[in-house]
């Protein structure tokens, strides 16, 4: 923390300022995460006539935006999975009296540094930001709309979004070859609903493993209804893959290949389309062809 030579006046100022602040209203709605929240606006109309009358101002200043040199993944709107690099952005805060005293912070804020464009990531994060640092900074409180002052947030189902409510689903499959992980698996839990025709972002708690049997997705992205199966078909989606290669030709050469000596009639475009007991009997064929069989 940065700080004037002495802050003796602004101290004293600040207890008047503390005394004096109420709870501010949660009245703005965050669709993605089902809640509400109080937002920029509300909290400075809060705050700043109780400063202002006693010699304080609030100051913000963005600072350098920098890669963390790793990478995030995002469902987009077509169901496909993308990644972007993750950054920081620096933010200052500093309470200003008119004496001249002043404390001030710096704070590095997470943020997306390509999505959707290179400045919206950081602006999202500055704004997060601003709002969590004033609120910090002076103690202030925010109380839902009704008056209630706790600023705990229940805790949803845990086996449901607590935005669509409704259940996890486990998504599973093989990026397409167009994409730069071609060939890699996928495995993870999501929301099946969307907002404003986008994928929902929510995620169960860290280490979820689901209620039970897990739903999965077919086709070559996230976001298809599936034919069931198991956790172990990611598994069996990436020794598909390791043979394929070793084999040589298209995913669906070596799908029509092994089709030809099954009694399945239904249409199968990619090895997620299989059943995990099917998907087991492609690979253990696969297994068995020499290279440039299929």
Known sequence: MERSESITTLAAALCQVQAALEPVKREAENPHLGKRYADLNSILDGCRPVLAAQGISIIHLPGRTKSLGVTVRRISKEGEIDEYPLGEVELTIMLLHKDGEFIA??????????????????????SY??????????????????????????LADADKCPVHKLP???VTGVYKETHEKAGQSYDFWSCPGKVDGKYCQQRPPQGYAGPGSAEEASGDEPGEE?????????????????????????????????????????????????????????????????????
Not at 129 to 154: K, V
Not at 254 to 270: D, F, H
């Open 105 to 126: 912070q710096t704070m590095s804020l997470p943020c997306l540094m390509e999505y959707p464009q290179p400045a919206q990531g950081a602006v999202g994060a500055l």
């Open 129 to 154: 930001g601003r709002r969590h640092s004033i609120l910090a900074a002076l103690l202030m409180e925010t109380e839902d709309a009704e008056g209630g002052a706790s600023n705990d947030i229940p």
């Open 168 to 170: 996890w689903r486990h």
């Open 226 to 294: 599936g034919k069931g199966g198991g956790t172990d078909k990611v598994s069996l989606l990436n020794a598909f893959e390791t043979e394929r290669k070793r084999i040589g030709g298209s995913r669906l050469d070596n799908l029509r290949a092994w089709l030809t000596g099954t009694e399945i009639e239904r249409e199968v475009k990619t090895p997620n389309d299989l059943t995990a007991e099917e998907l087991a009997g492609c690979v253990a064929w696969l297994k068995e062809q020499e290279g440039g069989a299929a």
